[in-house]
């Protein structure tokens, strides 16, 4: 499967973008997707995940309660809706998606947060 990751950009503190992470093949929604984000000089660390389906969701700490993933099984899509944004939420955003033991990975979107 191919993903492609959209949506970064340059915001303010407080601020929300909404990434998307598009995939190629019609059976996505059997595939468990991840967001995970790299910030300059630091290691890639996962944000988010969500079930096959979409009935099972994960967020790190850090992140609980101002983002949201979700699917769109129609459009074959993932979403990670972000709220009340911060500096240290600046990073380049992957997703990934995992079936049958393969883990496949999009190229990164960034996304800016300036105070």
């Known amino acids: 499967v191919q993903l492609q990751a959209s949506g970064g950009g340059s915001v303010q503190t407080g601020d929300l973008l909404r990434l998307s992470c598009a995939a190629s093949?019609?059976?996505?929604?059997?595939?468990?997707v991840g967001w995970f984000r790299q910030a300059p000089g630091k290691e890639r660390e996962g944000v988010a995940c969500?079930?096959?389906?979409?009935?099972?969701?994960y967020y790190r700490n850090s992140v609980e309660g101002r983002f949201t993933i979700s699917r769109d099984i129609a459009k074959n899509t993932v979403y990670l809706q972000m709220h009340s944004l911060k500096p240290e939420d600046t990073a380049v955003y992957y997703c990934?998606?995992?079936?049958?033991?393969?883990?496949?990975w999009g190229q990164g979107t960034l996304v800016t947060v300036s105070s």
């Open positions: 990934n998606a995992l079936n049958d033991g393969t883990l496949y």
């Open positions: 969500i079930s096959p389906g979409g009935s099972v969701t």
């Open positions: 093949d019609p059976r996505f929604k059997d595939y468990a």
